[in-house]
T-cell receptor
Framework: ETGVTQSPTHLIKTRGQQVTLRCSSQ?????VSWYQQALGQGPQFIFQ???????GRGNFPPRFSGLQFPNYSSELNVNALELDDSALYLC??????????????FGEGSRLTVL | AQRVTQPEKLLSVFKGAPVELKCNYS??????LFWYVQYSRQRLQLLLRHISRESIKGFTADLNKGETSFHLKKPFAQEEDSAMYYC??????????FGPGTRLSVLP
């Protein structure tokens, strides 16, 4: 069983640029959620996708957007990068739809540094 | 508003001593509470959930709605328990809200 994989693992961007982060969900999982984890803080919910539709969003501006593909992999796009966007971005998948079990399966994250 | 607080950033105990990691929450409804753990060089993973009322690796947690708490306890800490622990709440829209985390260090 393949776990959640994320790419790239590390990347450096400059302010104003755009970034795309990718996530492959665990086999059999159709729900993917994204979290931002700033240094010294817990993960903060960005949004969740179920069967290619966004079905939940946290308190993040519209320049944070995402996609989920038919194979349930997902992308997180961030436009007009700001210094405060520097963080570890975690992807988590889970089986089921709206009534997920509560067990999130996390990837290792993509560490974004904005200069 | 949904919020999870963990008052201790770092908790150090000696091997064999009892451990209690504190978690308080605010939520205007019936919450689902979880503890997630991240061991060194590993991914964040589920430790336990309150609806299961189970003991995992010797850890238990009881939901106290009156005190809005979900503290994690273990009677005898082991060195392999050293890790980062996050309390999490699942509320509106099935979204998860994580606390800031407590780093547990179990000393030999």
């Amino acid at each position: 069983e393949t776990g959640v994989t994320q790419s790239p693992t590390h990347l450096i961007k400059t302010r104003g640029q755009q970034v795309t982060l990718r996530c492959s969900s665990q086999s059999g999982h159709n729900t993917v959620s994204w979290y931002q984890q700033a240094l010294g803080q817990g993960p903060q919910f960005i949004f969740q996708y179920y069967r290619e539709e966004e079905n939940g969003r946290g308190n993040f501006p519209p320049r944070f957007s995402g996609l989920q593909f038919p194979n349930y992999s997902s992308e997180l796009n961030v436009n007009a990068l700001e210094l405060d966007d520097s963080a570890l971005y975690l992807c988590a998948s889970s089986p089921g739809g709206i009534e997920i079990t509560g067990e999130l399966f996390f990837g290792e994250g993509s560490r974004l540094t904005v200069l | 508003a949904q919020r999870v607080t963990q008052p201790e950033k770092l908790l150090s105990v000696f091997k064999g001593a009892p451990v209690e990691l504190k978690c308080n929450y605010s939520y205007s409804g019936s919450p689902e509470l979880f503890w997630y753990v991240q061991y060194s060089r590993q991914r964040l993973q589920l430790l336990l959930r309150h609806i299961s009322r189970e003991s995992i690796k010797g850890f238990t947690a009881d939901l106290n709605k009156g005190e809005t708490s979900f503290h994690l306890k273990k009677p005898f800490a082991q060195e392999e328990d050293s890790a980062m622990y996050y309390c999490a709440l699942r509320g509106y829209g099935q979204n998860f809200v994580f606390g800031p985390g407590t780093r547990l260090s179990v000393l030999p």
